[in-house]
């Protein structure tokens, strides 16, 4: 029996891919959970044109996660923080807070997984940061903490 997948099986197949599967696996596992349904013309061709929907709106939003980058690189970001005894923070700088600065300057969402720091900033200075985007897609920036009211 042909079966267009509606999701991904583990080593069966991908979403949207049309395969053929015995009558029992398809009937008794991939129908009941709604994984699969019978590949008939009709939903073959409604798959196709998800599938061309589904790359071109990809394409758009790569296309926006390169200017996005493009935008973003080479900002700098001046982050104030408490300080203590030999300029360390009271407290640290973190991925959230960088990322939440940035979203505010640059107009648009930035997650904080996207900002990528081998450790919170824990002293007054300069540090380059990097923003990680879909794929391998990156820009840097500077950050700068400076003593101050946070």
């Given at each position: ?54 790359v071109t709106e990809e ?92």
């Amino acid at each position: 029996m042909k079966v267009i997948f509606l999701t991904d099986v583990p080593s069966k197949g991908k979403a949207g891919e049309i395969k053929a599967v015995s009558d029992g696996y398809a009937r008794n596992f991939l129908f009941p959970k709604g994984l699969a349904q019978v590949a008939t013309p009709e939903v073959v061709k409604q798959a196709e044109i998800s599938l061309r929907k589904k790359v071109t709106e990809e394409s758009l939003d790569k296309e926006k996660m390169v200017k996005l980058a493009e935008q973003i690189e080479g900002i700098q970001i001046c982050l104030k923080a408490h300080v203590g005894a030999e300029d360390r923070l009271f407290g640290s700088i973190t991925e959230a807070n960088i990322a939440e600065e940035l979203s505010k300057i640059v107009d648009a969402p930035i997650d904080k997984r996207q900002v990528v720091l081998d450790n919170p900033l824990r002293q007054i200075g300069e540090y380059e940061v990097t923003i990680k985007f879909a794929g391998d897609l990156e820009s840097r920036i500077k950050v700068i903490v400076e003593p101050g009211k946070a």
